[in-house]
């Protein structure tokens, strides 16, 4: 009779290139924790000048990468209430960063779109960020960018968010 499962792997051994200690796993939540303070510092420094946090930052970039989002869509991204997302939300439509518009299909529906002073501030946000990956993409090669991408679809816990990535996806632009 053939044996329907496979057989179970056995566990990396030192010196296999998939034996990770202890140290490396530390090393590399440092790293993280490092990369994304220094990622995040100049775009903080221009958000503070206009009394805007990484909230207002996160609105201001999904909905500037997705013209057109509706409000729903932006709160399954980023995973946050309705109340803290129309706190923010509120207040870069009030500031006009943002506009929002009915649905053509469904009015109760909220669309999103960046306005001009929403779109040149998502630029000057983005500027830096965007230089930060290309040169660190540049200075790694074709072959470790791949392996990056794979590190963070392996850390994201959403299905639905890593076949956003997983698939030929194209975003709206």
Known sequence: ???????????????????????ELRQGIEM????YRDFTAEPDAILADYGFGRAHHRVIYFVGRY???S??????ILQITK???SRVLGQLVREEFIVQTQ??????????ELTEKGRD?????????????????????AEAVEGFRKVMLGMMTSDEDRARFERDWMPRR
Not at 9 to 18: C, F, I
Not at 32 to 35: D, H, R
């Open 1 to 23: 009779m053939t044996d329907i499962y496979p057989p179970i792997p056995s566990p990396p051994q030192e010196g296999d290139p998939l034996f990770l200690r202890d140290e």
């Open 32 to 35: 993280l924790f490092y990369a």
């Open 67 to 69: 013209p057109g989002m």
């Open 71 to 76: 409000v729903s869509d932006l709160l399954s």
């Open 83 to 85: 109340q803290s997302l």
């Open 103 to 112: 649905g053509t299909q469904d009015r109760r529906q909220r669309l999103l």
């Open 121 to 141: 501030l998502e630029r000057k946000l983005t500027e830096n960020q965007r230089a930060r990956f290309a040169k660190a993409y540049r200075d790694a090669g």
